[in-house]
């Protein structure tokens, strides 16, 4: 825990110096709402037994964080490790996780120790377990039962003593009614369970840690830090925050990139083209928002799908030449550039991958072949891909086609249905 003044802030971070091989979503976490000090109750009780923890939350609310919190006051020996279960190839994991000898498979030239034997009186932290092969389940259930690993290409079993700790942002009891795992490794992970809520959840935490990456990365970048503003404030409070504390860091970083003055205010927020989260009739109504709707209007008194629905009847009612063709440019070019030009948040909007969304977006022309314009803290990311103005050269041949593509598959279709 930092503290400042000589007061604990209830921020828990992680130093650069400190991080492990896995990815962090989430350097920081803290500890200020009632749901987090809730959480943190729990594990300073459960720490210093060497009972296995599994922490469910979503994406980038700080999950490893939790488990390095839960090693610090375990008083182990040995070392904290984390492996992303996700990021394992499955003719490796095995190798990965227990070792193998020489001449075990080709390529093994030499013997290698594994994550359990590397973590030996310390904390192995296995993030995304819900992604391990069913085939390795079954050796990671023996493990934690024998408490030993046998190597890859060996007979010979080597104790080992490792406080093993779990993540999951999917619903384990699901997958374990679809077959995908185990249900008895769930029951044996399973035996502490630590849901960590997600940020929007504990509106408490964000005041506290918006002002910490204020103070963090006004030091990076060697500018004098600028105070937080209430409107500012009120504005990160209300929003649903789909990226957690990591979406938060980012945040703050691009307002006070663009911040001139020594306030930031809710203009200088980015927050993603994201709906804000409605608060509960109960509450106060707030003077002042970052985002106001229009007055009602005729226009706007109508639900949008029904607004919408009037606009697609009528273009049935006289199609243009390339109606699909139309409507699916305008939808991924109004959502790309609601987005930031940001081709992940883009396919967000539409529910599609990123993969899909490029596609599109190459389709109508809208970015070229080697573009990318996905950096979250760059406002002209636009400008890398193309832009939208000098794309309408592309956009015809790209329509045409498409279009060919089209009356082709309709062509087949019909003689199908024919014969």
């Known amino acids: 825990m930092h503290e400042r003044g000589g007061e604990n802030t209830g921020l828990l971070t992680l130093d650069g110096a400190t991080a492990g091989p896995l990815s962090i979503r989430a350097r920081s976490l803290a500890f200020v709402d009632p749901a987090s000090q809730a959480v943190l109750q729990l594990i300073e ?61 080709t390529g093994a030239q030499g013997r290698r120790e594994g994550w359990f034997e590397a973590a030996h009186h310390g904390t192995l932290f296995l993030d995304e377990i819900g992604d391990l092969p069913l085939s390795l389940q079954v050796k990671l259930l023996r493990v934690l039962q024998e408490r030993e690993v046998v190597r890859l290409g060996s007979r010979k079993a080597i104790p080992v003593d490792v406080r093993l700790v779990t993540a999951t942002n999917v619903d384990l009891s699901e997958a374990v009614s679809a077959g995908h795992f185990r249900l008895d490794l769930f029951y044996r992970l399973n035996i502490v369970q630590v849901r960590l809520p997600p940020l929007r959840e504990r509106i408490g935490d964000i005041g506290p840690l918006a002002r910490h990456f204020l103070s963090l990365y006004s030091r990076r970048l060697n500018l004098p830090e600028p105070r937080l503003g209430d409107a500012a404030l009120r504005a990160l409070e209300a929003y649903d925050w789909p990226g957690n504390i990591r979406e938060l860091e980012n945040v703050i970083h691009f307002a006070l990139l663009v911040a001139s003055e020594q306030e930031i205010r809710p203009e200088h927020l980015k927050l993603a083209g994201q709906p804000v989260r409605h608060r509960a009739p109960a509450e106060p109504p707030t003077p002042s928002v970052a985002v106001t709707a229009p007055p009602p209007t005729e226009a706007t008194q109508e639900p949008a799908p029904d607004l919408l629905r009037r606009a697609v009847r009528a273009l049935l009612d006289a199609p243009p030449p390339a109606l699909f063709t139309d409507v699916e440019r ?90």
Do not use: W
């Not at 980038?60 to 992303?84: C, D, Q, V, Y």
């Not at 095995?94 to 075990?104: I, T």
């Not at 070229?368 to 832009?387: C, F, L, N």
């Open 45 to 105: 009780r459960v720490a210093p037994s060497t009972a296995p923890v599994m922490i469910g939350g979503d994406s980038g609310t700080g999950k490893e964080l939790i488990a390095r919190h839960i090693h610090t006051l375990s008083g182990r020996t040995g070392p904290f490790l984390a492996i992303n279960c996700g990021a394992i190839t499955e003719h490796l994991a095995e190798s990965e996780l227990f070792g193998h000898e020489a001449g075990a498979f």
């Open 330 to 419: 305008l939808l991924v070019e109004e959502s790309y550039r609601h987005s930031g030009r940001n081709q992940v948040r883009a396919g967000a909007l539409l529910g599609v991958s990123r993969n899909v969304m490029r596609t599109l977006l190459k389709r109508h022309g809208l970015i070229g072949d080697g573009t990318g314009g996905d950096g979250p803290e760059s406002p002209d990311a636009g400008d890398s891909d193309g832009g939208l103005d000098g794309a309408s050269d592309s956009r015809s041949d790209a329509d045409g086609a498409t279009a060919r593509e089209r009356d082709h598959d309709l062509h087949g279709q019909d003689q199908a249905e024919e014969a």
